[in-house]
């Protein structure tokens, strides 16, 4: 052709089958868990309004849902409970019969190899609608630990396979690791939200858990998305407290986060691919704008060439479908 030398980037693209040979990134049903609503009462399957294909669903349709989630491979679930009656002190989250409890219970009972995350935090129970214990409008450190703890272990009581503490407190992994142990539960793992951003890309959960905060935001326990440094701090600190997953939520817009916390640490790296991510595409792909099924594969693939091991998402269900459509 021409005496300028280059390299031939394209010989490695020219098939489908040469695409996939040379493919770095691959999802599959188990890299997710999938999260569930789960709300009192009976036959209650409502849609979240903010998040299409998303439900609040009550314990007697559980198990319906379940069949489906197993038959599509996916392995692991996080259950966030939705309670009628709040209190300030969250009293529903470490009741032995609270919603996630009694949620666990009834995995268990149908599909005892499912994993159960339980997220462990107050704000769904506090009639406040913060993570912790408020006094003159301040969220309390030290004393919502207490509370944390006493959640934690109802909820490894009742079966959960993994701690996920998501309430920002300092010190909460030394507390819920030191009240897991005292109680019996050395071998039940922690998965900590280390990275948590204070963000607005949580807004459609919020609508689904009913857990806006009443005054105030979070910002005085959630990080500031301007931060790159203290994200790892926050992992540093909750690896020596005794993590054993490491949680960086949102996902989308916090890549390198979540690339830099992998370089740095030799812990599983779970990424938290939130509500408002799902909803953008969702409202998008609704108005036809967006192709939904191409969209979701780049973004869930693009979280874990990032350097996420393991993907919390809403769309869980849906690509490991799509995955099993490509595969036969
Ligand atoms: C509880 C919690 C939140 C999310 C997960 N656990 C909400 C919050 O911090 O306000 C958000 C998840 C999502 O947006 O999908 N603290």
């Not at 999260?35 to 198990?63: C, R, T, W, Y």
């Not at 499912?114 to 462990?120: C, E, G, K, P, S």
């Not at 969220?139 to 919502?144: A, Y």
């Given at each position: 052709m021409n005496s300028i030398h280059f390299k031939r980037h394209r010989r490695l693209r020219s098939s489908a089958n040469l695409r996939a040979m040379v493919r770095e990134t691959h999802l599959r049903p188990e890299d997710f868990i999938y999260?569930?609503?789960?709300?009192?009462?009976?036959?209650?399957?409502?849609?979240?309004?903010?998040?299409?294909?998303?439900?609040?669903?009550?314990?007697?349709?559980?198990?319906a849902e379940l069949d489906e989630i197993v038959a599509l491979g996916i392995k692991s679930i996080i259950l966030f409970g939705v309670p009628?009656?709040?209190?300030?002190?969250?009293?529903?989250?470490?009741?032995?019969?609270?919603?996630?409890?009694?949620?666990?219970?009834?995995?268990?009972?149908?599909?005892?190899?499912?994993?159960?995350?339980?997220?462990?935090?107050?704000?769904?129970?506090?009639?406040?609608?913060h993570c912790g214990l408020v006094e003159n409008e301040k969220?309390?450190?030290?004393?919502?630990l207490e509370?944390?703890?006493?959640?934690?272990?109802?909820?490894?009581?009742?079966?959960?396979?993994?701690?996920?503490?998501?309430?920002m407190m300092d010190g909460f992994v030394t507390a819920i690791r030191k009240g897991l142990d005292e109680a019996g539960f050395e071998e039940i793992p922690i998965m900590s939200y280390a990275v948590k951003y204070s963000s607005a890309f949580y807004g459609p959960f919020r609508d689904a858990a009913n857990s806006a905060p009443q005054f105030g935001d979070r910002k005085t326990y959630q990080m500031d998305p301007a931060n790159r440094l203290e994200a790892l701090r926050e992992a540093e600190?909750?690896?020596?407290?005794g993590a054993?997953?490491?949680?960086?939520?949102?996902?989308?817009?916090?890549?390198?986060?979540?690339?830099?916390?992998?370089?740095?640490?030799?812990?599983?790296?779970?990424?938290?691919?939130?509500?408002?991510?799902?909803?953008?595409?969702?409202?998008?792909?609704?108005?036809?704008?967006?192709?939904?099924?191409?969209?979701?594969?780049?973004m869930l693939t693009s979280i874990k060439r990032a350097g996420a091991d393991i993907i919390i998402t809403y769309f869980a269900k849906d690509v490991s479908r799509w995955l099993k459509e490509s595969n036969i």
């Open positions: 999260p569930l609503f789960i709300v009192e009462g009976e036959k209650q399957k409502n849609e979240v309004a903010s998040m299409p294909g998303v439900f609040h669903l009550s314990l007697d349709l559980l198990k009628n009656e709040k209190d300030a002190c969250g009293t529903g989250a470490y009741h032995d019969h609270g919603i996630v409890q009694e949620a666990t219970r009834e995995v268990k009972k149908h599909y005892p190899e499912l994993l159960v995350v339980a997220d462990t935090c107050l704000c769904e129970y506090t009639d406040h609608g969220v309390l450190n030290d004393e919502s509370l944390l703890v006493k959640t934690a272990v109802s909820q490894a009581k009742a079966g959960a396979d993994i701690i996920a503490p998501s309430n600190s909750d690896l020596e407290e054993d997953f490491l949680i960086v939520k949102p996902a989308l817009s916090y890549l390198d986060i979540i690339r830099d916390v992998k370089n740095q640490y030799n812990v599983p790296i779970v990424a938290y691919n939130v509500s408002g991510e799902y909803s953008l595409i969702k409202a998008a792909a609704l108005n036809g704008w967006v192709d939904e099924r191409a969209i979701t594969m780049e």
